[in-house]
């Protein structure tokens, strides 16, 4: 079983959907919880940080529910640009900080 | 915007030759990071550093090694290059310290892609 694993995708949705993914880990000792994007041919970058209480940022809302290892990030109102992969990341303390990066879920935003 | 940077982004090489792919960053980062990606496919961690004189293997075994004399600096060789070689070369770099929390955001660089053939 992988440490971190994501819904398998790719989700194509029409634009003005809502669009949700999910992430879940096995590290109980999980202390750090990350959403990431990466274009198609670049380099991942930071889309929000996930906080215990949830959090949100425009359009995007992360949840963490630590009790059943699961992590979520809903997408409102999705646009044409919202459209790449998004990585679900972990950090273990117990694994020496390290970051665990999901496989990702494709997200295509048609017209 | 991340003050990361790779070089070459791009390199097409013959089987046999030696490669060095180049990575500084300027943020002062202590812990610095390689992944390997082939396209549409995960992120592995070939190599890692936590400072200057230290290296570590990652989780995905690699022919590659690196080398940390600078704290802005981790090049990544390959001593003799294959075919199975080719793919996304990404560096990432981040503040030390298991505790840090959130601060510990990592920062790629744009990648180099590289083609042996």
């Known amino acids: 079983r992988k440490e971190v694993e994501q819904d398998p995708g790719p989700f194509n949705v029409p634009e003005g959907a809502t669009v949700a993914f999910n992430c879940t880990y096995s590290?109980?000792?999980?202390?750090?919880f990350f959403w990431y994007r990466q274009d198609c041919r670049k380099e991942p970058k930071l889309l929000m940080s996930v906080y215990s209480s949830g959090n949100e940022d425009g359009r995007f809302t992360a949840q963490l529910n630590r009790a059943s290892q699961y992590i979520s990030l809903l997408i409102r109102d999705s646009k044409l640009s919202d459209s790449a992969t998004y990585l679900c990341v972990v950090k273990a303390y117990n694994q020496g900080g390290k970051l665990i990066f999901g496989q990702g879920t494709e997200l295509s935003v048609k017209p | 915007e991340a003050d990361i940077y790779q070089t070459p982004r791009y390199l097409v090489i013959g089987t046999g030759k030696k490669i060095t792919l180049e990575c500084s960053q300027t943020m002062g980062h202590d812990k610095m990071y390689w992944y390997q990606q082939d396209p549409g496919m995960e992120l592995h961690l070939i190599h890692y550093s936590y400072g200057v004189n230290s290296t570590e293997k990652g989780d995905l075994s690699s022919e590659s090694t690196v080398s940390r004399i600078r704290t802005e600096h981790f090049p990544l060789t390959l001593e003799s290059a294959r075919p199975s070689h080719t793919s996304q070369y990404l560096c990432a770099s981040s503040e030390i310290g298991e505790t840090g929390g959130y601060r510990n955001t990592i920062y790629f660089g744009e990648g180099s892609w590289l083609t042996v053939v």
């Open positions: 590290n109980s000792a999980s202390q750090s």
